[in-house]
């Protein structure tokens, strides 16, 4: 995600001013700050993992920081950050990411206590857990799997993502769920019931469907999703297919359901909003879908002709998410987001192909996770993850087991190079800026974030 950090004024009892910095995640506010509890946790991360370790952080100041100060202060606490994120270590650390669930329910100002949270597994189909309002998403994504009775070895196959319904119905993956958020403070500081927390497959090689499959759980989650995914025209079904369809969902035939769905197009993909890609010419209006490990491209094209190509993650060298705002501080800024990639188009030679969509780092997630993916099974590895068990004295979960239902029946379909070495790994930034009158528009205009995202995104790193 891209993190931004705005500096803000923050009086103390003797009335001087400390600088306090409110951090956005994707434009949305996370939590809010002072330079001082960030020293702290920067003396925190030195004390546990040594001086050769930890970056330089900005020194404290005795006098009060000028106009120029307070903005070079800004820029070292944005490389600070960035390095302790992109380090493997420092930034998968317990200690960092607690630091930012604790500020995030801090700054929303909600008091830890057991609260009911609707996870949804389709557009009818919802579950409710008993969680603490301080659950972190592993907290969360493991109530839902014993509300569902789903076993701990397949809940590794599952995320939990934010998602936003739109007027007319349409789905929206905002993004995934990261281990530094707390999933009910996150969606309740949206204040806005357009948004809510849905459960969704996280791999894409359909071989893994197999493993879930074989669970009665796993089966009805995995045959929800796709009906889900049918009925909003992520998988394309003629008649025909449609009928047969029909008749096996009628036959009570999940598993043979889902294999005739494996066959259609963009089975397992996540298709985004309507976007604008400059390929294979500026200005073109696109459908992106991620899927198949790659991303797939429905362009409109200056003369109304539809084109459609694939680009393979194999083959990118390397992308990169960018921003930019419309307007400068403290009018109402558009942010805009653009992901591009570097892209084997021949033997020798390599192309930037650019998507302009507020959904860039979703697109990088999508990405970095398939990579992920292909270098696990590359290693001989497995993605089963086991979920790790609660401590002693946390939160019981007494809710009683709870099985997936069969969504209704279909509705009827709409008649109308080797390998590049150079890919991503998962790093991070964060573009920090000041909140006052005096800030230049530059603060965050043109904000490169070449080789990393922040906290929840994207870095070049070799394979």
């Not at 931004?4 to 923050?10: A, F, G, K, L």
């Not at 990411?97 to 919802?126: G, H």
């Not at 909003?232 to 769905?261: A, M, P, Y």
């Amino acid at each position: 995600s891209l993190v931004s950090v705005m500096q803000i004024e923050d009086r103390n009892l003797f009335s001087s001013l400390r600088q306090a910095f409110n951090i956005h995640v994707n434009s949305v506010l996370h939590c809010q700050v002072r330079y001082s509890q960030l020293l702290g946790l920067h003396q925190q991360i030195k004390k546990e993992y040594g001086n050769n370790v930890v970056p330089a952080f900005p020194p404290k100041k005795i006098f009060t920081l000028t106009p120029a100060e307070v903005e070079q202060r800004r820029e070292q606490l944005e490389k600070y950050m960035q390095a302790v994120r992109q380090d493997p270590m420092l930034g998968a650390s317990e200690m960092f990411n607690s630091f930012l669930r604790k500020a995030q329910q801090e700054t929303q100002q909600i008091p830890t206590e057991e609260v009911p949270l609707e996870i949804y597994l389709s557009k009818r189909q919802k579950v409710t857990v008993n969680i603490l309002t301080s659950d972190q998403t592993e907290d969360v994504l493991e109530a839902v799997a014993s509300k569902l009775d789903l076993p701990d070895d397949l809940a590794g196959y599952f995320s939990l993502f934010l998602v936003r319904e739109g007027v007319d119905g349409g789905l929206t993956f905002v993004r995934k769920l990261q281990d530094f958020e707390l999933p009910y403070v996150s969606v309740t500081s949206l204040r806005s019931s357009e948004f809510y927390i849905a459960l969704r497959k996280s791999y894409w090689d359909t071989a893994y469907d197999s493993d879930v499959m074989d669970n009665r759980v796993g089966l009805n989650l995995l045959y929800t999703q796709t009906v889900s995914d049918i009925e909003r025209g992520w998988i394309l079904v003629n008649k025909d297919q449609h009928r047969q369809l029909k008749s096996l969902q009628e036959k009570g035939s999940k598993k043979e359901f889902i294999r005739l769905c494996q066959t259609l197009k963009y089975f397992g993909y996540i298709q985004f909003d309507p976007c604008v890609t400059d390929f294979p010419e500026k200005g073109c209006h696109a459908i992106v879908s991620a899927g198949n490990n790659e991303l797939n491209f429905q362009v409109k094209l200056p003369n109304e002709q539809m084109k459609e190509g694939s680009f393979k993650v194999t083959r990118m060298r390397c992308w990169r998410v960018t921003s930019s705002v419309s307007n400068p501080p403290p009018n109402d800024c558009e942010v805009k987001l653009e992901l591009a990639f570097e892209y084997l188009m021949s033997k020798d030679r390599l192309q930037w192909v650019t998507i302009t969509s507020p959904q860039a780092i979703m697109m990088s997630i999508c990405l970095q996770s398939m990579v992920d993916e292909l270098m696990v099974k590359k290693s001989g590895g497995s993605i089963k993850k086991m979920l790790r068990k609660r401590p002693n004295g946390s939160l019981h979960r007494s809710e009683s087991q709870q099985a997936v239902k069969s969504p209704p029946l279909l509705d009827s379909p709409d008649p109308d190079r080797e390998q590049i070495v150079k890919l991503s790994t998962k790093l991070s930034s964060v573009s920090l800026r000041g909140i006052s009158a005096s800030n230049s528009a530059n603060d965050v205009s043109g904000n490169d974030f070449h080789g990393n995202y922040a906290f929840e995104g994207i870095g070049d790193d070799d394979l």
